[in-house]
């Protein structure tokens, strides 16, 4: 599975969404049409890099937002792990749970094994959507251990 090419327009999904204060639905349709999307996609939540990477979004969530950007982590734990993690590392945004991997492995590429023995886990990367519902850039690491940083995120918006 390869990630979305650029300009080609994302289907709807449905999924649940886990902010440190509660689990709600998210529809990507419901966001469109806002500012850009910012998909932070990570394997784990609890695990090294992942909150890293999380942390990082967390720290520079202001100037994604001056650019009115819309933030979400993305991974394949289920909503109440994704809770736990947004509170645990104090996170300001929601991150998207996809356990039953209706995105994962769809339209984001899976590692190719087990993770911390869990199959099919998100790689790591980012994905900004254009308002209009269109792919505007991706990056994606095939090393577990490698995040793209907000920084390099923050010159595609």
Known sequence: MTVPAVGSKLPDFHLKVATKDAVADFKLSEHLGKGPLVFGFFPLAFTGVCTVEMCDFRDNLASLAGLNA????????????????????????GIVSDPNR???????????????????TAKRGAMIVNPD?????????????????????????
């Open 70 to 93: 819309q933030v979400f982590g993305f991974s394949a734990d289920t909503a109440p792990s994704n809770k736990a993690f947004a509170t645990a590392q104090n996170l300001p945004f």
């Open 102 to 120: 209706e995105v994962i492995g769809k339209l984001w590429p899976t590692n190719g094994g087990p993770l911390a023995g869990v199959n099919a």
């Open 133 to 157: 519902g269109t792919v505007k850039w991706t990056s994606v690491s095939d090393d577990v251990k490698v995040w793209v940083g907000v920084a390099e995120i923050q010159k595609h918006l």
